[in-house]
């Protein structure tokens, strides 16, 4: 089988870092060794098929994003990257692994929608990808269809609840789905927002005339938030399930996960770029020549932007370095402003709620290194080391050890990325969220599974070279 070696940069892990040669042997990582290794009388550096040198860069394991919404029907549209393109964007900006939700809507089979997601995935994807299951409904056949999500590699579903009518789940259905899980060792994740308490509110500034994206963000404060998370702690701490707080945004939620944590529960949150950088104001203060105020749509999503006054941001960052927040997702759910963001013109509750990021995160996270908020081996934790223990994938992935997956990225401190549509974007989005962003730093190679796909500015990655992980229990409980 064809070697690689990767020679002369700074591997980094979640707990150290050191000059070290990475050898991979076809699809496996075979090797962590002292720089310029002989091995059986063999010069490596002469013998490997590939030699890439990645002197004065780091060497990272390749980037894992546990959430994405690809082709996701939503808002009376679908989210706009397929798995093809989105996959592809992930791998340009240093991602190798991701997991999608399998969406089982109110009133459907679960097993018709994790097979309508396979067969949206298979031989489209570039990257590795798993799957969680949406529960959309508690009923007796979606309680009894648990019991066989783990045979399927997946084990990890979530309940919403927030969106009544599309993916709401009561507090009783969500009682008894957790009382399932915590018996089949799957993790419930949760997206914590008080969603019939939200809609009064939203129907009430709609009536008011207060129809512009901002409203979102105003219907859908803090304390529905704080509220939705401390409940979920409490059903969660009742049936002894474990929990996992998706796309927090609220520094109140986060004090709810801290002070479940320091008394020893399972409970876990992550947050998403869109968290640590984006504003209410800002979002309040967005206006542009085509758009005029609705320009804030690009940014509606759900949890919403808080205020940056109310200190929400630098909570964020704060409980990463603490680990009162262990992870960083996207929530990748990339919608177009022309023909589908613009359906909520006049009224922000049609505006198809999400955010493209999957193609930035291993860029907007390195910031942090930057600014001094997160050291290299936290960098690596919260973006792969962490979502591969998370969610039952540890030893194949998130680390650079004998026996992993060959999954590595080679990154450049010294190098530079402008972000935006017309720069390295490569979703399928007629805007970013992150226009205008320039980045210290950039994402050089990326290695898949011993395959190089890309290459500084070449991509050389093709749809159908990513497989579809079985994941195990996670590997993150306490
Ligand atoms: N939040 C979003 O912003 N988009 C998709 C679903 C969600 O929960
Ligand atoms: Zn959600
Ligand atoms: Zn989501």
């Not at 393109?85 to 997991?99: D, F, Q």
């Not at 964020?316 to 997702?329: E, F, I, K």
Request: aromatic share 8%.
């Amino acid at each position: 089988m064809a070697t690689t070696l990767i020679t002369g940069g700074t591997v980094v892990s979640a707990t150290g870092r050191g000059a070290a040669d990475v050898l991979i042997d076809g699809e496996t990582i075979v090797g962590v060794l002292e720089p310029g290794s002989v091995l059986l009388g063999t010069n490596l550096a002469e013998s490997a098929d590939t030699v890439i040198d990645a002197t004065g860069k780091y060497v990272i394991p390749g980037g894992i994003d546990a959430h994405t919404h690809f082709e996701l029907p939503f808002g009376g549209t679908e989210a706009s990257d397929t798995f093809e393109s989105g996959t592809r964007a992930a791998a340009w900006g240093g991602t190798t692994t991701v997991i999608d939700f399998a969406v089982q809507t109110t009133g459907t089979r679960i097993q018709d929608g994790l097979a309508r997601w396979h067969a949206k995935a298979e031989g489209n994807c570039a990257i590795d990808y798993g799957f969680h299951q949406i529960m959309g409904g508690v009923d007796e056949d979606s309680l009894k269809a648990m019991e066989g999500f783990a045979a399927e590699g997946i084990t990890s579903y979530k309940m919403f609840m927030a969106y009544p009518g599309v993916f709401y789940s009561d507090d009783g259905q969500i009682l008894r789905a957790m009382q399932k899980a915590a018996d089949l060792g799957l993790l419930t994740m949760m997206h914590a927002e008080n969603g019939p308490a939200i809609d009064v509110l939203a129907a009430q500034l709609v009536e008011q005339g207060k129809t512009d994206p901002y409203y979102h963000g105003i219907a859908r404060a803090w304390q529905m938030e704080e509220e939705a998370t401390h409940r979920a702690i409490m059903l969660a701490d009742l049936t002894r399930a474990p929990l996992y707080v998706v796309h927090v945004s609220a520094k109140q939620a986060v004090q709810q996960l801290a002070w479940a944590r320091d008394n020893g529960k399972n409970v876990f949150g992550e947050t998403c770029p869109q968290y640590l950088y984006l504003s209410l104001e800002e979002q309040l203060g967005a206006s542009s020549d085509e758009w005029g105020a609705f320009e804030g749509a690009k940014w509606v999503c759900s949890t919403p932007l808080r205020s940056r006054e109310e200190g929400h941001q630098d909570h964020m960052w704060q409980a990463l370095r603490t680990n009162d927040l262990q992870m960083v997702s996207t929530d990748h759910c990339p919608f177009c402003m022309k023909g589908q963001k613009d359906l909520g013109v006049g009224d922000f509750r049609k505006i198809p709620n999400g955010i493209g990021s999957v193609e930035h995160r291993m860029d907007l996270m390195y910031q942090g290194v930057v600014t001094g908020q997160l050291s290299l081996e936290r960098w690596v934790e919260l973006t792969s080391t962490t979502p591969a223990r998370m969610f039952g994938m540890y030893g194949k992935k998130g680390v650079i050890t004998p026996g992993a997956d060959g999954d590595v990225v080679i990154y450049d401190p010294n190098g530079h990325t402008s972000i935006g549509v017309g720069k390295t974007h490569h979703m399928n989005m007629d805007h970013s969220a992150w226009e205008g962003f320039e980045i210290d730093g950039h994402v050089d190679t990326v290695i898949s599974r011993g395959k190089v796909i890309v290459d500084g500015n070449r991509y050389l990655g093709a749809k159908g070279d990513g497989r579809f992980v079985k994941r195990g229990l996670s590997q993150y409980l306490i």
